[in-house]
């Protein structure tokens, strides 16, 4: 029986009880054995009241500055967070900046089935080889996960009744938007409560605030990465046949959806960060009122910051070339609110650059001879000197001086292929076989939810406690998926 989404917009295949889709894996006893139950669909009257698309506690209101003729365009949120200024004394490269004048900064971030839950359990038998090869994949990765938990240290594990189900309000979700894309889908990032999207051919929208309907705003151009900032009225992308890093006006890209505005029909919409090309990576860091942009290129590390009225965009601060490894990934953390040091993965490890000095140096070299790396993760509450470094399948703890923070080792079931910090403080990782949850302070498995099926998905973007992804089909088909995780019960899981 088809479950039709009232709101037009969500592909449900099947609701279950506890509001996941298809089938639940759950613990089944201290020995972490896994069993899989076909739980029963719900009927379609129970679809109504809720499979609606959450929005309203998206809505957040802001103000945009005019810029370069560009007039306000609606208010939506600053996705870039205002973050707390330490009294701590500038340093060098931070006074510099400060002392610039010309910059005038003184004036102004289904194909899934079960989620597994390490503490609720539940019994009931395996009944096809399909599912239980997925059963025995999370047996598995249960079962080194409690193997690591016992021997970190004691724990009382306590079974739940099974009668005494949590409400499927509690429980992470998963939906599909209808929309298929016919080229693969590379990035994407909020607008609003709306999703712009990248793909190898160009640059749409996706309306969540209506019927799932898709715009497309610019044709026959590659977007590699994307990041709105709606604050200044910018959409910041790595995009082109060159991998330019190529600023766009929101205003301009409004306008090509509403087209009422002739004046700003008439100007360019977008201008190129210094002239930059075959950029690989970015990231948008903000400390106290500046914004800066580290970019990571072929062999050298660029460090631009946003320049406010007159100038009204990014302008060049720092540049490292000539570095030993070549940059794939890259951060920017301030230390105790004053020394700017870059962070970057190459395929060897992670390394720092003093951005002072200009010195580099290695932070974490894996004893594999070549590693990809995922994520660096900065950690709250570390004065911005200690990282979460991940590579291959596994993620470790260090400070920006090398030194082992942690004696634990992040290891993920399977090798993912992609990873991200959610800003619930957990860190997901997707791999063929599953979705990990687990986690950013400790490593520990919060949660995982199965695939029906072998699939390659990749992050897009999260706000809140929404996280985007997509699948991964080269010259085939993508669809985005969304999913829902319940911030005040993650503790509960």
């Known amino acids: 029986m088809h479950l039709q989404d009232p709101s037009g917009i969500f592909d449900l295949v099947e609701l279950v009880g506890n509001g996941t889709y298809g089938q639940v894996y759950k613990v089944l006893g201290h020995d972490g ?11 379609s009257r129970v679809i109504s009241s809720s499979a609606g698309v959450p929005q309203a506690e998206e809505r957040r209101r ?5 810029s370069n003729g560009f007039g306000n365009h609606g208010n939506l949120p600053d996705l870039v967070q205002q973050s707390n200024s330490p009294n701590s004394t500038p340093t060098t490269a931070l006074q510099e900046l400060s002392d610039m004048a010309e ?28 599912n239980s090869a997925a059963a025995m994949f999370a047996n598995e990765l249960l079962r080194q996960e409690q193997a690591r938990l016992n021997e970190a240290r004691k724990i009382s594990v306590v079974n739940v009744n099974p009668t005494n189900i949590r409400p499927h309000s509690d429980t992470p979700e998963i939906r599909k938007y209808k929309k298929r894309f016919n080229s693969e889908i590379l990035c994407a990032a909020l607008w609003g409560v709306n999703l712009l999207v990248g793909t190898e051919n160009g640059l749409m929208l996706l309306d969540r605030s209506g019927q799932g309907k898709v715009y497309n705003l610019i044709t026959r151009r590659r977007f590699l990465q994307m990041d709105v900032l709606e604050g200044l009225n910018v ?9 330019k890093l190529r600023v766009y006006y929101l205003s301009w890209l409004r306008n090509r959806i509403l087209h009422n505005d002739p004046e700003v ?3 360019q919409g977008w201008i190129t960060v210094g002239e930059l090309e075959g950029c690989v990576h970015y990231k948008v860091v903000k400390y106290e009122r500046i914004k800066f942009l580290v970019i990571a290129l072929k062999n050298a590390v660029e460090i631009y910051a946003w320049a406010p009225k007159p100038y009204h965009k990014f302008m060049a601060f720092k540049s490292f070339t000539e570095l030993q490894h070549r940059p794939q990934l890259v951060d920017l953390t301030v230390e105790e609110g004053q020394r700017l040091k870059v962070i970057y993965g190459s395929c060897v490890g992670f390394h720092v650059i003093d ?4 010195n580099p140096y290695d932070i974490y070299i894996p004893s594999h001879s070549q590693v990809t790396p995922h994520a660096i ?7 911005g000197m200690e990282m979460l470094l991940c590579y291959e399948d596994e993620g470790v703890y260090v400070n920006t001086y090398g030194r082992i923070t942690k004696d634990v080792v992040l290891q993920w079931g399977e090798m993912p292929t992609s990873v991200a910090y959610i800003h619930s403080n957990q860190i997901m990782g997707w791999g063929e076989k599953a979705i990990e949850i687990r986690s950013v302070e400790t490593g520990h498995l919060d949660g995982v939810f199965m695939h029906k099926r072998a699939q390659r998905l990749k992050f897009l973007c999260e706000r809140n406690d929404k996280v985007f992804f997509a699948s991964v089909r080269s010259g085939g088909s993508s669809q985005v998926f ?12």
Not at 107 to 128: C, H, I, L, M, W
């Open 33 to 43: 054995t896994v069993a899989v139950s076909d739980i029963p669909r719900i009927i």
């Open 62 to 66: 802001g103000g945009h500055s005019e």
């Open 103 to 130: 910059f005038g900064l003184s004036g102004s971030k289904a194909s899934f089935t079960p989620f597994v839950d390490p503490r609720v359990y539940q019994t009931s038998p395996s009944e096809n080889d399909e």
């Open 235 to 243: 959409l910041v992308t790595i995009s082109g046949k060159k991998n």
């Open 265 to 267: 029909e008439k100007k």
């Open 355 to 358: 951005v002072d000095s200009g």
């Open 377 to 383: 993760v900065v950690l709250p509450k570390t004065d």
């Open 482 to 493: 969304f999913m829902t995780l319940n911030r005040n019960s993650m503790m509960n899981w």
